[in-house]
């Protein structure tokens, strides 16, 4: 999740990797961090349908994913990775 939303720039902080949210350091006495959210991108769905433009493939900007592209991306996943059982939402 975390590595999506800096992915959409989705972060009002200056986050460009997940190393960046490694380097900040805690106050003593907070055990979570807490950040905003850009306006603009709190009505896009996080998970988005893969689409074909001008030859490359890339992530719809407002499309949700279709429920048969995530069980199937997810099955792939499994696979790929290993798995002895296939991977189920």
């Known amino acids: 999740m975390v590595t999506l939303t800096i992915l959409d720039q989705a972060f009002k902080a200056e986050i460009l990797s997940v190393e960046d949210i490694y380097k900040i350091r805690l106050p003593p006495a907070r055990h979570s961090l807490e950040f905003d959210w850009n306006e ?42 290993g798995f002895m059982q296939i991977l189920t939402s």
Request: glycine share 8%; aromatic share 12%; net charge positive.
């Open 40 to 81: 603009d991108i709190l009505d896009i769905p996080i998970f988005r349908q893969p689409e074909s433009t001008s030859g490359n493939i890339g992530t719809s900007p407002t499309q949700t994913i279709r429920y048969q592209a995530y069980i199937r991306y997810l099955q792939r996943l499994g696979i790929f990775s």
